[in-house]
C-alpha cells in the first residue's frame, strides 16, 4: 500500500499547479471530520485562490523551486 501512495504521489506532484490545488481541495473533502465548518472555509481559501490565479492577480509557484528557496534561506 505505501508503495501505492508513493506512486499515486509521485503522478500528483508532476500535475499543474492548479490542478494539484484541486486535487488537494477534492481530497480535503474526504477527510471525515467533524467539523464541517473546517472544510468548507479551506474550500473558500482554495476557490478564491484559483479565481485570483486565473484571474492573474496571483501567480503559482513550483513547489520543489519554493521549497528549496527557504531551505537556501534558512543556511
Same mark, same amino acid.
Given at each position: 500500500? $505505501?508503495?501505492? &501512495?508513493? @506512486?499515486?504521489?509521485? #503522478?500528483?506532484?508532476?500535475?499543474?499547479?492548479?490542478?494539484? $490545488?484541486? /486535487?488537494?481541495?477534492?481530497? /480535503?473533502?474526504?477527510?471525515?471530520?467533524?467539523? #464541517?465548518?473546517?472544510? !468548507?472555509?479551506? =474550500?473558500? @481559501?482554495? #476557490?478564491?485562490?484559483?479565481? !485570483?490565479?486565473? &484571474? =492573474?492577480?496571483?501567480?503559482?509557484?513550483?513547489?520543489?523551486? @519554493? @521549497? $528549496?528557496? /527557504?531551505?537556501? &534561506? /534558512?543556511?
Amino acid at each position: 500500500m $505505501a508503495m501505492e &501512495s508513493a @506512486v499515486i504521489e509521485h #503522478e500528483a506532484m508532476n500535475l499543474p499547479p492548479i490542478e494539484r $490545488a484541486l /486535487l488537494a481541495d477534492r481530497l /480535503l473533502q474526504t477527510l471525515d471530520t467533524s467539523d #464541517e465548518s473546517i472544510i !468548507k472555509a479551506w =474550500g473558500r @481559501v482554495a #476557490e478564491k485562490r484559483l479565481e !485570483k490565479y486565473r &484571474s =492573474g492577480e496571483m501567480e503559482a509557484f513550483d513547489a520543489d523551486m @519554493v @521549497v $528549496a528557496a /527557504l531551505r537556501k &534561506s /534558512l543556511r
